[in-house]
C-alpha cells in the first residue's frame, strides 16, 4: 500500500493493471471511469502519450469512507506495456495491493503474454513483493475479436494456477467492472489481513466494494 | 542492490492541497473573482486553514467542494454584497478554474517526479551494471594476458608427469623382467657350478689313474708297445692337457660365478624385492650399477673407484641406482679415447657427496642450465630420448637431494649428487 495513516484514518491504496503491449490496459482504466458513477471518482489522469502509447502510466483515482469515518483512496494504475519501459514498470509496481494482468487473447499473442508474465514475475521480485501472495487476477481481454484462443484453452492453461480469471472485452464494456470487483476483493482481503480493517477501523468489505464499483446509471 | 533505497519516491503518493496549489496563480484567480463583483475569495484545506484569500467576507457567501482526486480536499468561499446568481457563478467559475489548475499540477507533479524517479533509478542501473561489466572486462584482460602462459606451465607439468610414469613402468618392466631372468639363471648356474666341481674330481682321478699306470705298468710291457704309448700321450698332448684342466676348470667356475654376481646385482638393482625406503648402502648401490652397465663399458675405458666410508641412508634404493645408472650410462656413451671414470664417494657434513667425473669435452655453458630439461638432448633424433638426465635430476630430487653440474676448466664433467644422510645415519 502506499501509506498508511492510523491518526488521520486514512489509506491509500494501489492497483496495478500489467501486461504486454497494446493488451488494452489503458481500455481497461476509460471504461471503468466511463462505467463508474462519479460519485468519489476522481478524474482519470491519462499522462502525455506518444501515437496514443502510454509512455508513464494512467491514474484513476477512487475515493471512499466508511460509515466509521475511515477514508480509503484507491489509485488504479496502468503500466506501459513496451518492453523498452521496464523502468517505469518496476517504479509503478513498487507497493502494490493488486495486479490485475490483461493478457491478449489473439491467437498469436501467447508468446508477448508469457514474456510480459515472466517480466512480471521478475519485477515482482525486484520491488519486494511475492508473487503468490500479492493479490493477483488475470483478464483475457479482446473477446470480441475473431482470431482468439478458445476459453478452454485459457482454462486448461491458467486453470491449474488457481488465479481468477476474468474474460473481458475492454473495448465493449464487459468484464471490465467484473475484472475490478475481484481484484478489489482480493487486495482488501489482503489489507484486512494486515491492518485488521474491519475490526479494527469499522471498514466492511462489502460496503466498500459495492461503493467503489457502483455503476452510474 | 537494494531497489527500496533507490525508489525513495513512491509513484500514488497522495498529495495535500496546500502541495497542489501555486499560491500566486490562485491569488490571481481570487483577484479576477474580486473584479467580477465579488467582495472577497478565500480557499481554505480540509482543516479550515487559510491557503490563499482576498478582500473581505461577508454574510452572503457561497461555498464550493474542491477535490484532489475524488477526495474532498478544501473549499473555496466566494462573498457578495448581495446573494444572488451573480456570487452563485463566480464561485462556479472560480472553482472550475481551481479544479482545472489543481488537476493540472497534479498532472505536472506526477509526470516530472516519475520521470525523475526512472531515470536516476535508470542511471543507478547502468551505472552498476557498467561496473560489473568493467570488473568482468578486466578479469577477461587477465584471464587473455595469463593464459598463454599458464598452458606454457600446464604443459611443462603434464610432460614431466608423463616422463615420471613412463620411468617407472620401465623401471616395473626391468624388474618384473629381473626376478624372472634371476630365477631361470640360477637354477642352470647352480648345477653346472656344481658339475664343473664334480667334473674336476672326476679329472683329478682320472689323472690319478693313467699316472699309476705309466709309472706302474711301463716297465713292464714290452718296449715295442711302450714306445707306441709314449708316441700316442705326445700326440694327445696329455702332459698339456694334467695342466690345462684345472684352469679350465677354475676359468668356467669363474664364469659362473660372474653370471650369479650379476643376476644377483640385477635383481639387488631392480629392487624388485623392496617397496619404499629402506636403509641403503650407497656404495654397493654404485657398485651394482656398474655391474648392470658391464656390457656397455668399451675396451680401454678405465674405470676408477674412489669410494670412501659412509653411513646408511634411509631411502628408495631403486630411485638411486635410477639416478646412478642414467648419469653413468651417460659418460660410457662418450666416445673419448682413453675414457677414464671416477666414481668418489664420500661424506661431508650431513651430506653424502657422489661424484661422478668423466674426461670427456665437457658440456658447453650455454646448454649448462637445460640438460636437465624433459626431451632436451643433444644426440641425433632418434638417438637419445632427452629423459634420462631428467629422470636422474627427479629421482635424486624425490630422495630430497640434488645433482650440480661443473666443467673444470682442464676438461671433463663432473656430477656431484649431493644426498642429506638425514641427520640420525641408520
Known amino acids: 500500500m502506499i501509506e498508511f495513516d492510523e491518526q488521520a484514518k486514512k489509506l491509500v491504496v494501489k492497483l496495478v493493471y500489467y501486461g504486454p503491449a497494446l493488451s488494452g490496459k489503458t481500455t481497461n482504466l ?18 502525455d502519450t506518444v501515437d496514443d502509447r502510454t509512455i508513464f502510466f494512467d491514474l484513476l483515482p477512487l475515493f471512499y469512507v466508511a460509515p466509521s469515518g475511515f477514508r480509503i483512496k484507491l489509485k488504479v494504475f496502468t503500466v506501459p506495456g513496451q518492453v523498452r519501459h521496464d523502468a517505469t514498470r518496476k517504479a509503478v509496481l513498487q ?22 508474465f515472466a517480466n512480471l514475475e521478475k519485477n515482482l521480485a525486484v520491488v519486494g513483493l511475492d508473487i503468490d501472495k500479492v493479490p493477483l487476477v488475470i483478464q483475457f481481454n479482446k473477446r470480441d475479436l ?25 473495448l465493449n464494456g464487459y468484464g471490465v467492472v467484473e475484472t475490478y470487483s475481484q481484484i478489489l476483493t482480493l487486495a482488501f482481503d489482503a489489507l484486512d489481513a494486515r491492518l485488521e480493517l474491519t475490526s479494527r477501523f469499522g471498514v466492511e468489505r462489502a460496503d466498500f466494494v459495492s461503493s467503489v464499483t457502483r455503476i452510474s446509471v | ?55 473581505v467576507e461577508s454574510p452572503h457567501t457561497v461555498r464550493r467542494i474542491i477535490s484532489v482526486e475524488g477526495e474532498p480536499s478544501g473549499t473555496v468561499a466566494v462573498s457578495a454584497l448581495a446573494p444572488g446568481s451573480t456570487v452563485e457563478g463566480i464561485a462556479d467559475m472560480l472553482h472550475a478554474a481551481l479544479q482545472t489548475l489543481i488537476n493540472g499540477a497534479m498532472k505536472r507533479m506526477l509526470t516530472s517526479e516519475a520521470h525523475t524517479t526512472i531515470v536516476n533509478q535508470s542511471y543507478d542501473e547502468l551505472l552498476e551494471t557498467n561496473r560489473r561489466l568493467g570488473v568482468s572486462e578486466q578479469q577477461f584482460r587477465e584471464l587473455a594476458a595469463t593464459l598463454e602462459i599458464k598452458v606454457r606451465e600446464r604443459t611443462e607439468e603434464l610432460n614431466r608427469a608423463y616422463a615420471v610414469m613412463l620411468q617407472k613402468e620401465k623401471l616395473a618392466a626391468i624388474g618384473g623382467l629381473a626376478a624372472g631372468m634371476a630365477h631361470e639363471i640360477n637354477n642352470p648356474i647352480g648345477f653346472v657350478t656344481s658339475n664343473l666341481h664334480t667334473l674336476a674330481k672326476y679329472a683329478a682321478k682320472l689323472k690319478e689313474m693313467l699316472e699309476f699306470y705309466r709309472l706302474t705298468c711301463e716297465p713292464a710291457i714290452p718296449e715295442d708297445l711302450a714306445r707306441q704309448v709314449e708316441n700316442r700321450w705326445r700326440e694327445l698332448k696329455i702332459a698339456f692337457v ?34 619404499g625406503p629402506t636403509s641403503t648402502d650407497i656404495n654397493l648401490e654404485l657398485e651394482q650399477t656398474l655391474s648392470v652397465l658391464q656390457h656397455e663399458i668399451r675396451q680401454g675405458t678405465i674405470i676408477n673407484r674412489d669410494f670412501g666410508q659412509l653411513p646408511k641412508v634411509f631411502l628408495n634404493p631403486s630411485l638411486l641406482s635410477q639416478a646412478f645408472l642414467q648419469i653413468i650410462q651417460n659418460a660410457l656413451q662418450l666416445k673419448t679415447p682413453n675414457l677414464t671414470i671416477v666414481l668418489k664417494t664420500c661424506q661431508q657434513g650431513d651430506n653424502v657427496l657422489v661424484h661422478i667425473a668423466d674426461n670427456g669435452p665437457g658440456i658447453p655453458s650455454d646448454i649448462r642450465d637445460r640438460i636437465f630439461e624433459p626431451f632436451f638432448t643433444t644426440k641425433d633424433v632418434g638417438q637419445g630420448t632427452g629423459m634420462g638426465l631428467t629422470v636422474a635430476d627427479q629421482a635424486i630430487q624425490a630422495c630430497g637431494g640434488n645433482i650440480a653440474i661443473t666443467c673444470p676448466p682442464d676438461g671433463g664433467t663432473v656430477f656431484t649428487v649431493s644426498i642429506p644422510t638425514g641427520g640420525t645415519p641408520l
Open chain 1, 30 to 47: 476509460l471504461t471503468l471511469h466511463d462505467q463508474l458513477c462519479n460519485e468519489g471518482r476522481g478524474d482519470l489522469m491519462v499522462l
Open chain 1, 95 to 116: 507497493r502494490a495491493d493488486g495486479i490485475v494482468f490483461v493478457a491478449d487473447s489473439q491467437k498469436g499473442q501467447m508468446g508477448n503474454n508469457a514474456e510480459s
Open chain 1, 146 to 170: 475473431p482470431d482468439v484462443i478458445s476459453e478452454d484453452d485459457v482454462q486448461a492453461t491458467w486453470g491449474p494456477t488457481g488465479l481468477p480469471l476474468v474474460m473481458a472485452s475492454a
Open chain 2, 1 to 55: 542492490m537494494n531497489m527500496d533505497r533507490k525508489l525513495d519516491f513512491i509513484i500514488g503518493e497522495d498529495k495535500n492541497l496546500a502541495q497542489l496549489l501555486n499560491a500566486s496563480e490562485a491569488l490571481m484567480l481570487l483577484d479576477g473573482a474580486l473584479r467580477a463583483g465579488a467582495c472577497g475569495a478565500e480557499i481554505t484545506d480540509s482543516s479550515g486553514v487559510l491557503l490563499a484569500g482576498r478582500g
Open chain 2, 242 to 275: 694334467f695342466t690345462d684342466i684345472d684352469g679350465l676348470v677354475k676359468q668356467s667356475l669363474d664364469g659362473a660365478e660372474r653370471v650369479q654376481k650379476l643376476v644377483a646385482d640385477m635383481k639387488g638393482f631392480s629392487h624388485v624385492d623392496e617397496a
